[in-house]
């Protein structure tokens, strides 16, 4: 019976999303925009295809691989159990027919025209297909394979999570896909320069990428996007390109060894399997159990789906074994018979269990594992032995306890620095140190003062949530009010931006830039200790979660030259400069006077003052980060004054980087704003109450600062100081008497003439522009890309 699928995927409407370019080989400007939109497509996809599942962690007991009696159990060298099935009545339901295609040899067991290599409890294994595309020494496409799979809609199979989308070469971007039913997209890039980059069984983009998939997906298409320069500059090495999915235990990259293998296509389809997972029922286990269609037999129990596809699995009870789709369902387990069973003595085996006991004429639990059985003694005196066992006891518990109490401090002290050493705080000692400083100007705080602060981390308590973690206001005994930043988790990768962070910020003393008072180092995650800064951050004013009225034109220039002073000091005026490598809205804080604090500085890089730029593996947000420093690695200064330029422009719009709910011209608001001010349309752009309140030179003189810090070449934007001292220009030109004699007056004609022309403002004004936040499936969260110059 060949498998009933109720969508017929069209090819065409799928390559009809993402176009592949006629032209491979794209120059340097048109690759960061090509990038640009690669990452703003995965952005806007991937936030709908994550999703978690919670439940109780459960003990599986191997199911007996059985078929129904009188049915064909081989076929092949694949061993078919029920509910799977070979004729009629052998199988549960009409998706778990099973056809043995003997035109091949040995015969290929196939569900429709799915090719199955092996059953197990919950899963099977199906062949693979590897997408490939080749490339001449000229970088002419002398190869090009896409790969569609697809599983039918309503049946109970859906591709396993414990598969993993994998590209492998040196010079690509490839896509993965599901636009039908979960609406998904995932991605990869892979890139490299020569071979020595390429490091054998490391998939983290150099070479090689992987990335995971979202459960219950049934359909998936992927292929090689694009090549950005057409394998012309490593052909030498890496000729092919290949992408896949598969079980992700089942492939590990050989490097070079890979891209040089002419049969790599088939020598990994034939060596990494697809798994399949299969539910029963598509019913729950209540729902089937109230209908009366519950599958599961005598001695099983019925255990809810969790791959995203409605249906059921029935499992044997502990100690018990065998088919529990099959009457008589699952048999009992003789745990007697098992040489490992825990009896010294005595063995009797009970329904599901068993127990221990001893021999006539023997004293004991019967345990190996406790007392035995030993030879009872009658001439022993009951009161003697009775005496004996209660002051033996009696000491023991003493003893016990004592001991008890002494072990719990001993592996409190160790466990305590165990989280010191593994949060990094020989590395802080030693940074500190080496940076002419001091450990103890870092305050150490005990975990019991912020559980304290904190009301132990409750709901009410927390200011923030993002990829790094949760931010809780906290108030110390001295009744000081803090900031608690608590990480999510810490492994080794994060170690150095934590230490990172607190380094800058104790070596970096100004008075807008949020002050660290401290951390706590004896946690399972470190925690930071900062200054409450109470009026949240610039990018809540800007679109519509804080407060508006106070966000006048003197106020906007006030807060971007006070930034722009701050990042110009980490520039060019600290001992060691500081380049902070994540500027945007959302880092720029609001005290109580509503004066600029700048944060986060995890990301931040220490540049020695001979060097101009840092290698280093590319962080940022999108929609802010530098598309030279994207392509290049090479981080300088002026990444900051890009990221600032995306600042000021949102100062100025009052929109988002990037938005999915503006046109498809406007959804960049970087490109969007340049674009505007070559076509003499700034005025169209900005936000009403910036035309009003601002002279028409100021904003064309702002307008024109904002297209140089957004300049795509590094070398031609303005550094962040004189950015600074262009901004403090302008609020001198706001705060002359003679400047704002006729402000009004000419803003007023110019709105009148804008309304006479084209309309602009015939609507009213809304102050918060409707969008909506941009996420991704390659580890953006909360704006950082970690820690890879990949993106997946």
Same mark, same amino acid.
């Given at each position: ?503 800058? =910020? ?115 947000? =999108? ?28 100062? =100025? ?130 704006? =950082? ?8």
């Amino acid at each position: 019976m060949q498998i009933k699928t109720k969508i017929q995927v069209d090819y065409d409407n799928i390559i009809s999303r993402f176009p592949l370019p006629k032209h491979h080989r794209i120059s340097t400007t048109m690759s960061y925009i090509v990038l640009h939109l690669f990452l703003f497509v995965l952005a806007i996809t991937q936030s709908a295809s994550q999703s978690t599942t919670s439940g109780d962690v459960i003990t599986i007991t191997k199911a007996a691989n059985v078929a129904k009696p009188g049915c064909q159990t081989q076929c092949g060298n694949v061993t078919i159990p029920y509910p799977f099935g070979i004729g009629p009545g052998c199988f549960l339901s009409e998706w778990f027919e099973i056809t043995c295609n003997t035109s091949f040899n040995p015969p290929r067991t196939q569900i429709g025209r799915i090719h199955i290599l092996e059953f197990t409890d919950y899963t099977f294994r199906i062949a693979n297909r590897v997408s490939s595309r080749c490339y001449d020494p000229l970088g002419n496409i002398t190869e090009d394979n896409s790969v569609f799979r697809s599983l039918a809609e309503t049946s109970p199979f859906s591709f396993s999570q414990k598969n993993q989308f994998t590209l492998i070469g040196c010079d690509d971007i490839a896509i993965f896909l599901d636009s039908l039913v979960t609406n998904f997209t995932g991605g990869c890039i892979a890139l490299c320069s020569i071979p020595d980059q390429v490091v054998n069984g490391s998939c983290s983009g150099v070479g090689c990428c992987q990335t995971s998939i979202p459960k219950a997906l049934k359909y998936y298409y992927t292929t090689i996007l694009i090549s950005v320069d057409g394998h012309t500059k490593i052909w030498s090495f890496n000729r092919c390109s290949y992408t896949f999915l598969g079980e992700q235990d089942r492939f590990t990259f050989n490097g070079v060894s890979d891209f040089m293998d002419p049969d790599f296509r088939n020598r990994t389809s034939a060596s990494v399997p697809v798994l399949v997972d299969w539910v029963v029922g598509n019913l729950s286990c209540s729902e089937a159990r109230n209908v009366g269609v519950l599958a599961c037999q005598a001695n099983s129990r019925c255990v809810d789906s969790d791959t995203g596809v409605p249906g059921y699995r029935c499992i044997c009870n502990d100690g018990y074994q065998g088919q529990p789709y099959l009457e008589p369902g699952c048999q009992d387990i003789n745990e007697c018979e098992d040489p490992n069973n825990l009896c010294d003595g005595v063995c009797t085996n009970t329904l599901g269990n068993y127990t221990c006991s001893c021999k006539h004429g023997y004293v004991g639990d019967g345990l190996k594992n406790g007392r035995g059985c030993t030879k009872e003694k009658s001439e022993f005196p009951v009161i003697k032995f009775s005496l004996g066992m209660g002051f033996g006891f009696l000491g023991i518990l003493v003893g016990t306890t004592w001991l008890y109490f002494v072990f719990k401090k001993r592996n409190l002290v160790k466990l305590r620095r165990k989280f010191f050493q593994q949060n990094g705080g020989l590395l802080l000692k030693q940074r500190i140190t080496t940076n002419d400083g001091n450990v103890d100007s870092t305050k150490l705080f005990t975990a019991q003062e912020l559980e304290n602060a904190t009301n132990n981390y409750a709901e009410d308590m927390i200011l923030g949530r993002g990829g790094y973690g949760t931010v809780y206001k906290g108030i110390l005994t001295d009744q000081r009010v803090v900031a608690i930043k608590k990480s999510r988790v810490m492994d080794e990768t994060q170690i150095e931006f934590f230490i990172n962070e607190v380094i800058i =910020l104790t070596k970096v003393h100004h008075r807008n830039v949020v002050k660290l008072l401290g951390c706590c180092l004896e946690t399972e995650v470190p925690l930071l200790v900062y200054e409450y800064v109470p009026n949240g951050t610039l990018d809540d004013h800007i679109h519509g979660k804080g407060s508006m009225n106070w966000l006048s034109w003197d106020d906007r220039l006030r807060v971007a030259a006070e930034a722009a002073g701050t990042f110009s000091y980490l520039h060019s005026a600290t001992s060691t400069p500081v380049i902070h490598r994540d500027v945007k809205s959302a880092n720029i804080l609001l005290d109580d006077n509503y004066t600029t604090k700048i944060a986060d500085f995890g990301a931040s890089r220490l540049v020695p003052i001979d060097q101009t730029q840092v290698s280093t593996l590319v962080q940022g947000t =999108l929609g802010y980060l530098d598309p030279e420093y994207f392509h290049t690695s090479q981080l300088t200064e002026k990444s900051d004054v890009y990221s600032f330029g995306v600042v000021l422009a949102e100062l =100025l719009t009052g929109q988002k980087p990037l938005s999915m709910e503006r046109t498809e011209e406007e959804r960049n608001l970087a490109i969007y704003f340049v674009t505007s001010l070559k076509e003499n349309r700034l005025f169209q752009i900005l936000e009403s109450r910036v035309v009003r309140e601002g002279s028409l030179e100021q904003l064309q003189q702002i307008g024109e600062l904002v297209k140089r810090c957004l300049n795509l070449i590094g070398d031609e934007r303005p550094t962040m100081k004189e950015v600074a001292t262009e901004l403090e220009g302008l609020r001198k030109f706001t705060q002359h008497p003679w400047t704002s004699q006729n402000v009004d007056e000419e803003n007023a004609n110019l709105l009148n003439k804008e309304n006479e022309e084209t309309d602009l403002y015939a609507e009213s004004i809304n102050p918060y522009p409707s969008t909506r936040e941009m996420s991704s499936a390659f580890s953006i969260d909360n704006g =950082l890309l970690y820690p890879s110059n990949i993106l997946r």
